[in-house]
């Protein structure tokens, strides 16, 4: 047996370890009761700290990856032995499903970006291991019993401290999205915000509010969606809006990078340690986003507001008016509306992982019929700040004397736009020497940016028409100087 043969023997046993976690199980009988009276009788036992089977454990910016001091509710003394500073706010960390029984690496990154934002705050980990290791279904359960622990424990710091509700931000990742709306639903009083990292779809796409994640849990409620893809409650992440405000990353399906070839490469340099990776790459893309939005506050995303990731990806939804646009991650401003709102956005495969949206708008005229689909076109842009050549694009449909509208967008910060370039690929499957290349004519280019929310017209380099044939050169277009003195203007 060859090495890739048993490399791939040896991803699937494991993908088969994971896999046996969503086997439906059923829950254990001394549970089953609590599990549905949790919500019901909110207020019941509430002060009662004997069963908290949950740990509260303060980390320090200086050791980030250990649990080295628990504050134990009913015993005031931990709270002044694990020095929590009463005078600033506090992070709630709460970990997902697990299979080894361990915490994953992402939670001491998540710690140390928060105190690298934050240096004076409170980072506490939420350890529910014991019981987040349990097939999933039960794990899914016990979410309740640990949102009461989380909420007892949140109410007595608050009783015993006298700690401002408005200092209080919970984090949860996966499973553990749904037991901090949990929690918050059974607080005395609102938190001021809970963060969705993901949160978990299978046993809570069609669940009750009271059981999931929702708007209700706090005052503000942010959710990032990142592995979404299947059909509903099959999705690792749920697919419905639980939040004030919920961000699809790149559609929220499947995140750039996270393709086998790329985490085969990473499991390869980095050990079967990162074997979970495979399964699991889009679903931590959200915790990983949500650091990068802490220590890359100067190139945060940014999101926009849509009805679906297609008409998205046609450009047509890069507006700011209104809060249709908002920041991703910890700068998010923090708008409450009646309905959830859609953003959605692209981003890079890594940290940073901005990336500027351009809408790009043209009309294809032609003296000859043409139409074809998935045309393979590159774009360069070229502005004040820098460039970006040869940007990839498939061009869904193209068709004589239509007016086509798509997203673009480049990692590379270009600034007031000059030129831009377009280029119709040669499709080597069926382009022969003896055949006429077919011809567009194009007059003008609208372009939109989303980052800054100008909007530029350009117009053929020389001539009315600039000339787009497929194998040929570059459609050249320069920005419209009397368009924009007309708008100067006019303004």
């Not at 996966?174 to 001021?192: E, M, Q, R």
């Not at 009750?208 to 849990?217: G, H, K």
Request: a neutral charge.
């Amino acid at each position: 047996m060859g090495s890739k043969s048993v490399a791939f023997l040896i991803i699937w046993m494991y993908l088969a370890r994971i896999s046996t976690g969503f086997v439906a199980t059923a829950e254990p009988a001394t549970t089953e009761n609590t599990f549905s009276n949790i919500t019901a009788n909110s207020t019941d036992r509430m002060d009662d700290f004997s069963d908290i089977e949950s740990r509260f454990a303060l980390r320090s910016n200086n050791e980030p990856d250990d649990d080295l001091c628990y504050i134990i509710p009913g015993q005031p003394q931990t709270i002044v032995e694990c020095n929590f500073n009463p005078d600033t706010k506090t992070f709630i960390v709460i970990h997902g499903w697990t299979v080894t029984g361990m915490y994953e690496s992402w939670v001491s990154k998540l710690v140390t970006a928060l105190y690298e934002r934050e240096p004076s705050a409170n980072v506490l980990v939420v350890d529910w291991l014991v019981r987040a290791q349990q097939h999933y279904p039960t794990s899914a359960a016990y979410t309740k019993l640990v949102g009461r622990d989380v909420a007892k424990f949140v109410n007595w710091l608050q009783a015993e401290l006298e700690y401002p509700w408005e200092k209080l931000h919970l984090l949860g990742y996966s499973l553990g999205a749904h037991v901090a709306g949990i929690a918050g639903l059974l607080t005395k009083d609102k938190v001021n915000r809970i963060t969705g990292l993901d949160p978990a779809g299978p046993s809570f796409e069609y669940a009750d509010a009271q059981s999931t994640l929702s708007p209700d849990d706090a005052l503000f409620v942010d959710v990032l969606h990142t592995n979404t893809r299947g059909s509903p409650d099959r999705s690792i992440g749920i697919q419905r809006p639980v939040g004030h405000i919920d961000f699809y990353p790149n559609g929220g399906t499947f995140q750039p990078g996270c393709d086998l070839q790329n985490t085969m490469m990473m499991v390869a340099t980095t050990g079967l340690r990162n074997m979970d990776q495979i399964v699991k790459c889009s679903h931590e893309r959200s915790i990983h986003l949500f650091i990068d939005s802490l220590i890359n506050s100067e190139q945060e995303s940014m999101g926009y507001r849509c009805s679906s990731k297609e008409t998205f990806n046609k450009g047509v939804c890069l507006s700011c008016r209104k809060n249709r646009c908002n920041k991703v991650g910890y700068g998010v401003n923090k708008v409450r509306s009646r309905r959830s709102s859609r953003m959605y956005m692209k981003t890079r495969d890594m940290m940073p992982f901005k990336v500027f949206h351009y809408q790009v708008k043209v009309h294809f005229f032609g003296k000859t019929k043409i139409s074809y689909n998935d045309q393979p076109m590159k774009i360069s842009l070229y502005g004040y700040s820098g460039e970006k050549e040869n940007i990839p694009y498939v061009m869904p449909s193209l068709n004589t004397n239509t007016t086509v509208s798509f997203l673009l967008t480049t990692d590379v910060d270009i600034g007031e736009l000059l030129m831009v370039k377009l280029v119709w690929e040669k499709d080597m499957l069926i382009s022969w020497p003896w055949w006429s290349a077919d011809t567009l004519h194009i007059r003008k280019l609208r372009i939109k940016s989303g980052e800054t929310q100008s909007r530029v017209i350009f117009v053929a380099k020389d001539g009315e028409f600039s000339y787009l044939t497929r194998g040929g050169d570059a459609a050249v277009f320069v920005k419209d100087k009397e368009a924009q003195s007309s708008h100067k203007s006019e303004r």
